[in-house]
C-alpha cells in the first residue's frame, strides 16, 4: 500500500507565493475541505494518507512535494527556491526519516520538488525560477548513487516542471506545449492539454488511475481515450495559491528498495 504524506492546510494560506497566478480571495474553509475530499480521493486509490497538521505560520506548507524528493531507496529534502518556503521541510523529514534513510540539497543550490517528475529512473528536472544549476548538479549526484538518471528541462511561463508536464503512464506523457517542448521527452506519447484548458497538465499517478483537477472536460476527455481511469477532485482554492494536485502530497511505497 503507497504511503501519501499530506498537511493541512494553513490558516493563512492566502499569504502564499504567487508568481504567475494573480491574487485572489481565497476561501480556506472551502480550501480545507476540497484538500479533506483530496486526502479521500488518495485513500480511495488504495494510499495509506498521513496528515502533518497545519503549519499556521507557514502559508505554502500544504505543498509538501516541493520539500522532497523521494525515490525508492533514498528520500532527498530539497532547499526550496521561495526562502519563505525552507523551514517547511523539517516536520517532513520527521516523518519521512521513518521510511527512507535522508539526504539533502544544501545551499546555494535550490529546487522544488514540484520541478522533479520521475519517470522510471529517470528524473526530468525543471530548470525554473526555483530549481537553479547547483540545485540540479547536487540532486543528479544524490540520485545518480541510487542509479537515476537526472535531465534538465527548460520551461517557460509557468512555476514548475509539472504544471506543464506529468506521466499518466510509464510511456505516456500529459504536456502543457506552451510551457514545455515534446522534444525534451524523447521516445514518450505525448498527449497535449486541450488548448483551451491551460492548467489541465498537473495530474497524479496512483497506480493506474490519475488523479486530475476538476475544470478540464476536454483534456480528460483525452485521457479517458486514451485509456486512462481519470479521477477528479475539486482544488479550485488550492489553485489560487498556485498549486494543484502534485504538490499536495508525497507518494511512496513504503518499503524501501
Ligand atoms: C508556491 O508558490 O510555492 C506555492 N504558492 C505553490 C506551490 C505549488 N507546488 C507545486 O505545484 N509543486
Not at 155 to 172: F, N, P
Amino acid at each position: 500500500m503507497p504511503i501519501a504524506i499530506t498537511r493541512d492546510v494553513s490558516p493563512t494560506l492566502a499569504d502564499c507565493q504567487l508568481t504567475h497566478v494573480a491574487r485572489s480571495p481565497i476561501d480556506i474553509e472551502r480550501a480545507q475541505t476540497q484538500h479533506r475530499a483530496y486526502q479521500r480521493a488518495l485513500a480511495s486509490l488504495g494510499c495509506r494518507v498521513l496528515a502533518l497538521e497545519a503549519e499556521p505560520d507557514m502559508p505554502d506548507a500544504v505543498f509538501v512535494e516541493d520539500v522532497a524528493v523521494v525515490l525508492d531507496d533514498v528520500a532527498i529534502m530539497t532547499r526550496p527556491g521561495a526562502a519563505s518556503r525552507r523551514a517547511e521541510g523539517a516536520s517532513v523529514a520527521e516523518l519521512l526519516a521513518r521510511y527512507r534513510p535522508l539526504r539533502s540539497i544544501e545551499a546555494p543550490g535550490t529546487l522544488d520538488g514540484g520541478d522533479v517528475l520521475r519517470v522510471g529512473h529517470t528524473l526530468f528536472v525543471g530548470q525554473s525560477g526555483r530549481s537553479n544549476a547547483d540545485g540540479i548538479a547536487q540532486l543528479a549526484k544524490l540520485a545518480g548513487q541510487s542509479g537515476y538518471a537526472v535531465r534538465a528541462v527548460p520551461i517557460r511561463g509557468c512555476l514548475h516542471l509539472k504544471s506543464a508536464v506529468t506521466a499518466v503512464r510509464d510511456d505516456t506523457l500529459l504536456l502543457q506545449p506552451a510551457w514545455v517542448d515534446a522534444a525534451s521527452f524523447p521516445g514518450f506519447t505525448v498527449i497535449e492539454v486541450d488548448p483551451s484548458e491551460e492548467h489541465a497538465a498537473n495530474i497524479l499517478r496512483i497506480g493506474d488511475s490519475v488523479v486530475m483537477p476538476a475544470g478540464f472536460p476536454r483534456t480528460h476527455q483525452r485521457l479517458v481515450d486514451a485509456g486512462i481511469d481519470v479521477v477528479t477532485v475539486d482544488v479550485s482554492e488550492l489553485q489560487k495559491a498556485e498549486g494543484a494536485t502534485t504538490c499536495c502530497s508525497l507518494v511512496f511505497a513504503e518499503a524501501a528498495a
